[in-house]
């Protein structure tokens, strides 16, 4: 009887010995047609956040507002990748790879045109949430064809170059992001994917090659993907409108009973259909559950982070958005240094300490940054950013071959669609719950300090427009304020801003040490390196 590994195998020699004609086919073509795709997804992943104090004052928006232009994106995605990566199985990834960059670009240029023509907050976050959807399109497709296409024994390196380019991506977002605000405004940072989609779309048509359908894609769980959307929803939801209805209200509740309920019924379905979209028997494996948890907790403390330091240093600093994408550049950049350092060392003695290890450090990194104060200085900041990076690159190396390698081999394509919807949930639940932490204490310290530095008295309304520029540290000075009112409003406004941000990097911090502890779980996989999964 063969072994799964030798059919993958031939395949592989299958597909590679295919004469191609003229460009299509290529390996290298085909790298550099994935690369273009995942490029977009990854650039726009950071790039918005730097955007976001500009978005913010130029729409009017709210906390919750500029939190759905971040999760409505990263929801999306999450809520379809399992789903997106079994209609490329069944239908061809090109189609769906092709499909997605379209889509990809021209909802980039709706959202821009949202701001642009409509000044539309509620118009954007509806694009946005498409994006995410065509976003979804790329990233398991993208992978799926460079597995149809490279030989086994160069399958990882084409992997490692096209991780590379997401890296550099990330990285290179705050800084675009940054001249994009400061010089042209920040619809251009959306704008910039129309160019970049349109030869990703040339160099897809002329170089890919459409992967066949694979038989056992071709029935759908759609209970289990509505049931998995809708707890996913109203969980998101409950936790960014909890500080506006009140965390003992009716409405709070039953969004969090409703969310309780749909992941009962997902359970309940998901144990009982014969095509489940995510078998339940993937959980049983004690070191993969603590690889999606770890990846979770990872997401969290990254898009956390670099949430609510966009508005510290914009807001309550004035930086621009330029200097501001330089500062958050050590922890990006130190993504990318740490990635290749991170594989080898997991490679030598194993994922489960490199990633405890770095857990740990990104826990203090967190707590460096809870503590930072209005008098800080900027430069305060490099440094944990740096740790911060360092310490989230052995995870976000280890997470895949814990994730995937602990999975059966006949369950692996689901479970790295598992893997990237963590990545996605972690992010949102990330943004979601620090603030609603910020939010809380905004509401519970403004109102007294506001009183003790003897502002004038602020009606219900007035009193809620102030709560909610103070949650992005926006100070509420009117025109024609005297200097020194204004300066009260301001010092007001900005310290009661540091102490939310101060008891977001907090709780960050201990969601870190937990994942340090997770990590002592994992243990590295039993997957070949040829059966790893492409969605």
Same mark, same amino acid.
């Given at each position: 009887m063969s072994h799964p590994g030798d059919v993958a195998t031939g395949e592989?020699?299958? $597909?590679?010995?295919?004469?191609?004609?003229?460009?299509?086919?290529?390996?290298?073509?085909?790298?550099?047609? =994935?690369?273009?795709?995942?490029?977009?997804?990854?650039?726009?992943?950071?790039?918005?956040?730097?955007?976001?104090?500009?978005?913010?004052?130029?729409?009017? =928006?709210?906390?919750?507002?500029? /939190?759905? $232009?971040?999760?409505?994106?990263?929801?999306?995605?999450?809520?379809?990748?399992?789903?997106?990566?079994?209609?490329?199985?069944? *239908?061809g990834h090109k189609k769906v790879f092709l499909t997605g960059i379209v889509g990809f670009g021209l909802t980039s240029a709706a959202i821009g045109l949202s701001g642009d023509i409509a000044k539309s907050i509620s118009l954007m976050i509806?694009?946005?949430?498409? /994006?995410?959807? %065509?976003?979804?399109?790329?990233?398991?497709?993208?992978?799926?064809?460079?597995?149809?296409?490279?030989? $086994?024994?160069?399958?990882?390196?084409?992997?490692?170059?096209?991780?590379?380019?997401?890296?550099?991506?990330?990285?290179?977002?705050?800084?675009?992001?940054?001249?994009?605000?400061?010089?042209?405004?920040?619809?251009?940072?959306?704008?910039?994917?129309?160019?970049?989609?349109?030869? =990703?779309?040339?160099?897809?048509?002329?170089?890919?090659?459409?992967?066949?359908?694979?038989?056992?894609?071709?029935?759908?769980?759609?209970?289990?993907?509505?049931?998995?959307?809708? %707890?996913? %929803?109203?969980?998101?939801?409950?936790?960014?409108?909890?500080?506006?209805?009140?965390?003992?209200?009716?409405?709070?509740?039953?969004?969090?009973?409703?969310?309780?309920?749909?992941?009962?019924? *997902?359970?309940?379905?998901?144990?009982?259909?014969?095509?489940?979209?995510?078998?339940?028997?993937? %959980?049983?494996?004690?070191?993969?559950?603590?690889?999606?948890?770890? $990846?979770?907790?990872?997401? *969290?403390?990254l898009f956390g982070a670099m949430f609510f330091m966009t508005f510290f240093m914009e807001n309550v600093h004035g930086l621009g958005p330029v200097a501001t994408g330089v500062r958050l550049l050590p922890m990006t950049a130190m993504l990318i240094v740490g990635a290749p350092l991170a594989g080898v060392v997991i490679t030598k003695v194993g994922p489960r300490i490199p990633m405890f290890v770095g857990m740990v450090f990104a826990a203090v990194a967190l707590f460096g940054l809870s503590r930072l104060s209005i008098d800080s200085s900027l430069n305060d900041t490099i440094g944990w950013f740096a740790l911060l990076g360092l310490g989230l690159s052995p995870v976000m190396v280890g997470g895949t071959e814990v994730i995937v390698g602990n999975a059966p081999v006949e369950l692996a394509g689901v479970a790295s669609g598992l893997q990237s919807t963590a990545m996605q949930v972690g992010g949102t639940i990330g943004t979601a719950v620090l603030g609603a932490v910020m939010s809380a204490k905004v509401d519970s310290l403004l109102p007294a300090r506001w009183a003790a530095a003897h502002l004038p008295a602020l009606g219900p309304a007035q009193l809620a427009a102030v709560k909610s520029a103070t949650t992005v540290g926006v100070a509420s000075v009117q025109k024609g304020t005297p200097p020194r009112l204004a300066a009260s409003i301001a010092e007001v406004t900005h310290t009661t801003f540091i102490s939310g941000m101060t008891a977001s990097f907090l709780v960050a911090s201990v969601v870190a040490v937990g994942g340090a502890l997770i990590a002592l779980l994992t243990k590295k996989g039993s997957a070949p390196a040829d059966q790893l999964p492409v969605h």
């Open positions: 592989h020699a299958a $597909v590679t010995s295919i004469k191609r004609k003229g460009m299509r086919g290529s390996p290298g073509l085909t790298l550099l047609a =994935a690369a273009l795709g995942v490029m977009m997804v990854a650039l726009d992943g950071t790039i918005v956040a730097v955007a976001n104090p500009a978005i913010q004052a130029n729409l009017g =928006a709210s906390l919750a507002d500029i /939190q759905w $232009v971040t999760n409505g994106y990263l929801l999306a995605l999450a809520v379809t990748l399992i789903t997106i990566g079994k209609i490329g199985d069944r *239908f509806a694009f946005r949430v498409l /994006q995410g959807v %065509f976003g979804a399109m790329l990233q398991p497709t993208a992978l799926a064809l460079l597995r149809s296409t490279f030989p $086994v024994e160069k399958l990882n390196n084409a992997i490692g170059v096209w991780g590379a380019v997401i890296g550099a991506s990330t990285a290179a977002g705050p800084i675009i992001g940054g001249l994009l605000v400061q010089h042209i405004n920040w619809e251009a940072c959306f704008y910039v994917n129309v160019p970049v989609g349109i030869i =990703a779309l040339v160099v897809g048509l002329l170089v890919l090659r459409e992967t066949p359908s694979s038989p056992s894609a071709r029935s759908f769980d759609i209970p289990g993907i509505a049931l998995l959307s809708a %707890f996913l %929803f109203l969980l998101v939801w409950a936790l960014i409108k909890a500080p506006d209805y009140g965390w003992g209200s009716g409405e709070t509740i039953g969004y969090f009973a409703g969310a309780v309920a749909a992941l009962a019924l *997902f359970i309940l379905r998901e144990a009982k259909t014969k095509t489940p979209l995510l078998p339940l028997t993937l %959980f049983r494996s004690v070191p993969l559950s603590a690889g999606v948890v770890l $990846v979770l907790t990872l997401m *969290f403390a």
